[in-house]
């Protein structure tokens, strides 16, 4: 038997039902004779630490197929994970042991089942009474489950740091994460022979540092450290300064420049890193005593953060900020009512109006910055404004200063004239309606004529309502045209033929193929014709010879 699904045990462990030493058994005949040689007195078991019966496991060679343990004949098995994957745990506990001797650290692991197995994560602890602790996260973990186990080890330890397996982290717990630290810490394995060595690195929503074995990472009184990389936590807030506030301290009261600052550094670095936290991520970040505030005292400390902004157009950063359904909160509807920005009719409006805010503020504080697009503009009665044609760009103006009119006055910055054919401008589809009228208003017969013809083309590309007003534009052309002296003639329309029914157009068909038939027999027989020799039959002049060839007898 080789596993309760039917699938190979490829993992155990060496000595005993309840050994901590694991090995993945060579897959190639070869090497598993090598293997052999080199350990004779191995005993390999399906161990308890691996989830497994604690029967004995025998080695299986094969030449054509992969080698692989086995249980013996009549026994019961309900273990789950047999693949190489299986005994991580076990590994991680070997490399961490030996990592703490070389560096000297007096540190212990221990193993937790989460509800998957005994696997779902290790503990490494370390210093007086293990006060500083590393978690490694083996199984998925949904994000409120690991709020509480994280208040539950920040309230035990004085410095946590946690490393997720691939797959394992919650988006909304990296979220979290990034928020506080600015990046999450990663684990994976890679085989070497008959076992198994864990790396690491850190990540964040941009890029991500190398891969590195635990001998590049240092255990430092602030916790664990990876090269090239360093917490961006601020002091006084997170899991740590509340489980300290739970224990009896003080919280810290700070005066509201302070929070302000706080808050929008906070924003900044959430734009930078290409997230939108929420109230509570941000309060972690800038200060656990924004937690408590009610939704108007928030709304003034936001009103505050966007009037300490990059001046006039920059990106309101409230629009960041989401709930756990990644809606905008309502009060951020109130704030952009209170910096000039709009009242939005519907939840859907300042959803919408917010991603877009929030775009532009990953454009201009991300890394690099990039051109933000435009903001949506609000109307009068709270909907996003409609957006100008591409089709009619928007006309510049300068501001400039008349005296004789008494003050400034704005003048639109003359535009590039438009290509021309035939002394007449190529206008495009919607222009043309405005150039038919300006052609009235300047007295060109010639010119209204030209447009005419190129309305008339216009009207099979334009939509609804454009196609109706031009429609009408050209009804009020025509009309001044037919009244202008110098109008050029316009060529009279040719009158449409009379519509025949398909029988006729049958009829008339057949009549012009027999027609053509009777002429090409007529000609193919006057072709074949010969013309006739006048002296045939005659008799000859006597004296006269013959001067053709005679034939030749056969």
Request: with cysteine.
């Amino acid at each position: 038997m080789n596993g309760s699904d039917g699938r190979l045990v490829q993992t155990a462990v060496i000595g005993g039902r309840n050994s901590g030493r694991a090995i993945i058994l060579p897959t190639d005949a070869d090497e598993l004779t090598r293997w052999r040689r080199r350990h004779p007195a191995y005993t390999y078991w399906c161990g308890t630490q691996l989830g497994g019966c604690g029967n004995e496991l025998s080695d299986r060679l094969y030449r054509d197929k992969v080698c692989h343990f086995a249980h013996r004949p009549h026994t019961s098995c309900h273990r789950t994970a047999n693949g190489a994957a299986s005994a991580d745990h076990l590994f991680v506990k070997d490399d961490l042991a030996a990592w703490a001797g070389r560096n000297r650290l007096k540190g212990r692991t221990t193993s937790h089942d989460l509800g998957s197995g005994p696997g779902d994560a290790v503990d490494f602890r370390v210093g007086a009474a293990g006060q500083q602790r590393v978690r490694f996260q083996f199984s998925r973990l949904a994000h409120a489950d690991w709020q509480r186990a994280r208040r539950r080890l920040y309230s035990e330890s004085a410095t946590l740091d946690w490393v997720f397996g691939p797959g394992t982290a919650h988006r909304e717990t990296m979220e979290e994460l990034y928020d506080e630290y600015g990046y999450v810490l990663r684990f994976r394995f890679e085989t070497h022979g008959a076992v198994r060595h864990i790396r690491l690195r850190a990540e964040d929503p941009r890029r991500s540092t190398a891969w590195v074995p635990l001998d590049a990472c240092a255990m430092t009184p602030a916790g664990l450290r990876l090269p090239g990389v360093e917490p961006r936590r601020r002091s006084g807030s997170g899991p740590a300064a509340e489980a300290g506030a739970g224990r009896g301290a003080a919280p810290v009261r700070r005066s509201r420049e302070d929070q302000v600052l706080a808050l929008k550094e906070a924003l900044v670095s959430a734009a930078r890193f290409r997230t939108r936290p929420t109230w509570e991520a941000l309060a972690r970040t800038a200060g656990s005593d924004l937690l408590a505030l009610s939704d108007p005292d928030r709304v003034g400390l936001l009103v505050a953060v966007e009037r300490t902004g990059g001046g006039e157009g920059s990106p309101l950063l409230s629009a960041l900020i989401r709930t756990g359904e990644s809606d905008p909160p309502p009060y951020v509807g109130d704030v952009l009512a209170a910096v000039g920005c709009g009242v939005p009719a519907t939840a859907a409006v300042l959803k919408r109006w917010c991603q877009r805010e929030a775009d532009r503020a990953f454009a201009v504080h991300g890394v690099p910055s990039r051109t933000a697009p435009p903001r949506l503009p609000l109307t009068a009665d709270g909907r996003i404004a409609a957006q100008q044609s591409a089709e009619r760009p928007a006309q510049h103006q300068t501001i400039n200063y008349v005296p004789g009119l008494g003050g400034f006055v704005r003048w639109p910055d003359a535009q590039p004239k438009p290509k021309t054919l035939a002394g007449v401008p190529l206008y495009r589809d919607t222009e043309i309606r405005h150039a038919l009228r300006s052609a009235r208003q300047r007295r060109g017969p010639k010119r209204a004529a030209a447009l005419m013809v190129r309305a008339e083309e216009a009207l099979t590309r334009l939509p609804e309502p454009q196609r109706t007003q031009l429609v009408t534009e050209m009804a009020t052309t025509r009309r001044w045209l037919d009244s202008q002296p110098d109008t050029p003639a316009r060529k009279p329309k040719p009158k449409p033929k009379p519509r025949q029914t398909r029988r006729a157009e049958g009829a008339a068909d057949a009549k012009r193929t027999a027609a053509a038939k009777k002429s090409a027999r007529a000609k193919k027989t006057q072709q074949g014709k010969k013309a006739k020799d006048p002296l045939q039959g005659a008799r000859p002049l006597p004296g006269v010879v013959d001067a053709r060839p005679k034939k030749r007898p056969k």
